[in-house]
Structure formats: C-alpha cells, structure tokens
C-alpha cells in the first residue's frame, strides 16, 4: 500500500477538514475581484448616460432601450448559462463570459449610435448576470465547512468594489476622456483577468466527483489544496446512479421533495431583487419628496455604500456561527424596520441612522441569498440552483422600476413610500424563515453545516 493509498479520504470530508491556507486565499481573492469586475460591467450605462447620450445625440430617456435589452439579456443568461457551468467546466464559461464582456465594451467604443450600442448591452447581460452565482458557486464548493458562507458573501462583496470602482472612473476618468473612457476600463480589467482565470481558478472537487467519481484530476487537484509539506492524499467520491446522471436540469431543481424548498428560495431572491430596483428611486425621492440639496443626497448615498459592503464582509461569519435561518430572517427583518424609520425620521440626522442600519442589512441579506441557495443544492447542479434563484428575482425585477411611477404620482409621501419599500425586505424575512424550517432544509450552523 503506497502513502497516499493510506491516506484515501471522501471528498466532503477532505475540504470540511482542510484549514484555510494559501490555495483558498487565492480563490477567495480572485472571485471578489472577478465580482468587482461584474458589478462595473453590469451598471457602467448608468454612471455614464448623460455624456453617452449627449455624445449620440439622443434624450437621456432614449438609453432605456439599451438598459432594457441588458436586462432582457441578464434574464436569458441567468437560466442558461449556469446549467452549462455545471455540465462542463465552472471556470471555463467563467472564461467565455469575461472574454464575451471584453469583446462587447471593446465594439461599444466603436460605436456612434444607439441600436449597436444596445445590441452590444444584451450581450454583456447575456454574459455578465451568471457570474455571480458562479463565482460563489466555486468559492463555496473550495471553503472549509466552518468558513462557507463567509467566504460566500466575502465574493459578493466584490460587487461594492465594482460600485466604488464606477465612482474612481467618474471622478478620474470621465471628465478627460468621456464616457468610451470608462468603457476602455470595460475591457481592460476582463481581459487581464482571463489568464489568471485559466492558469488559478480551479474546478471544484466537488464538481469533478459530481460529473466523473475517476476523474485524474481530483486526485491532482487535492494536492494542490493541501499545505505544503503534507503526505500524499487519495480523494474518492461515491459514484453517482445512472439514474442520478440521467436527470434533466428541471428534475434536478423541481424533483421530488425540491419544489416547496426551490420556490421559497426563489420568493426570497424575488423580494430582494424587487427592493434593490424599485430603490433605484430613492435618489429621486431624496431630492424631490423630502427636499434633500445634492451634497445631502451625495452623503446618504456614500452612507448606504459604505454600510452595505460592511454588511455584506460580515453576514456570512454570523451564518457560519448562528446558522441561514436565524440570521437571514432577522437580517431581512431588520432592514425592513431600518426602511421604514427612513421616512420617519427624514430629513434629520436619524434619517442617515436608518439608511446605515437598512443598508447593512439589506445588503447583507442580498450577499446572504447566493450562500442560502449554494447550501440548499448538491454539486451536481449547485450554480444551476443559484443562477435559477437569481433569474427568478430578475424577473420579477423586470416590472419594480414601475414603483417610482406609482408612489410619485400617488403623493404617498416619505412615511408612505419608504412603508411601501419594507414590504419586500419583510417578505424576505418570512420566506427565510419558512425555507429554512422546512424538514430537509440543511441546518447550517458552525457545528453542522453540510453542502451536498
């Protein structure tokens, strides 16, 4: 018997025992940044459409089109381009999809009208909106047991870098260059990310023991994760019935005993994703309902960025401590109350203390989402459950912008529309808390976390 024959260990059980070192640190650094990049690719129109449109000619509300073929394309990718990313390779089609982002900023520059303009939108939806749950998909499959969730919402995280990323460009770059300035760093920043892409983003071992138990490069891959210096490890995982392998994509989120869990998971990413674009307005309704100038407006919005990425660090190590259905109900529930008091207590200084308390939890509720649905789903179709839970929320989100229309026109007031905006946060917290007390939703604590 040879050493790493005597050292023949599960797969699960390898990564749930493994220390975080080196390799997760590089993944882990990798994927937010990756994030970063998603999240400029993703809202780039909107820091430049005044200088875009005054450079095309056209009304600043003639840029709706464009923004609604990305959406329409963000839509279509979310269902279709994760379950490719479980049937052949995760960082593969994480490679296609940055090279298709680059490719599209690079023919948008090129650009002196609006209909390419939008076609070239469609495609970055297209291949931008599955990044995410991608991402966490392999961050999620790669962490320690005890640092999942962290190191999950730590990932999505990296779409507040890309939010900060947009205001350097806006401050540094617009002005000089105009807005195919902030399109070059469209292209610039995934291109220099597809090598690193190729060369250290690994597959998840838990993906290759999904799709092929005999796979030589679990065995090669298990190396690389363990410290230096460690004895040989043998990884093996239990092969899959031929059944199992046989499963359509459908059967595999809406099997047996999956439904109630798959559509719980889809109502709290819908009352997220409905909050976050029926909040497009809030600047709006800052300046114009309660009468803020634009420096108070511009401190209520550095306010909630700054508190939505500390919420969005720090969620995930209350998960891994106090499990989903704990945090993520009172998570939800909390931003809800942090809403409303917004209207309540506007224009004062408590209204900044409401939006830091709203965005901390909003916003970590949001990274929550991506680990809830990573946990609720085996490897074998992981990035397909998560990317489905994100299409479902786009979906609904398709129709949230009418928001604006409605509580303008209706003089809610600030009381009234910030009451209205709770609703979804509120309803995230029920839905929490139903999946996560269903009788095969997974007990996610520090002491008993298990993913597949």
Known sequence: MTAQDANRVNVDTFLDNLRFNRFHLTVLVLC?????????????????????????????????SAMIAQQVG????????PPLADKFSRPRVLLACYAGMA????AIIQTTSLVPFTAMRFLAGLCGTAMIPILVT???????????ATMSTITVSGTMIGALMGALMQGFILEPFGWRGGFWVAVILPTLMLPLIWFFLPESLRSLAARNPDDPAIDTLAQRMVPMGAPPVSVYAEPRDVTSKQRGIVSDIFGKGKTLKTLLMWAVAI????????????????????????????????TNTIAGFIGMLTIGAFIDRFGFRTVMTGTFAIAAVGASMIGVLAPGIGMYVAVAIM????????????????????PSHRATGVGWAYGAGRIASIFAPLFGNVVLDGNYGPVGIFALLAVPLASGALFSFLLMSLPNAPKITRANLRHG
């Open 32 to 64: 937010t940044f990756l994030a970063a990049i998603d999240g400029y690719e993703l809202y780039i129109v909107g820091w430049v459409l005044p200088d875009l449109a005054d450079d095309f000619g056209v009304a600043r509300t003639d840029i709706t």
């Open 74 to 81: 963000m839509l279509l990718g979310a269902f279709v381009i």
């Open 103 to 106: 490719l599209s900023a690079f």
């Open 138 to 148: 392999i961050v999620s499959e790669t962490a320690p047991t005890r640092l999942r």
């Open 271 to 302: 009352s997220s994703f409905v909050f976050i674009t029926a909040g497009v307005w809030k600047t709006t309704i800052f300046k114009d309902v309660i009468g803020l100038d634009w420096q108070a407006v511009a401190a209520i919005n550095a």
């Open 359 to 378: 965005a901390i939890f909003q916003h970590g509720g949001q990274a929550g989402i991506a680990a809830m649905a990573a946990a609720l789903y085996p």
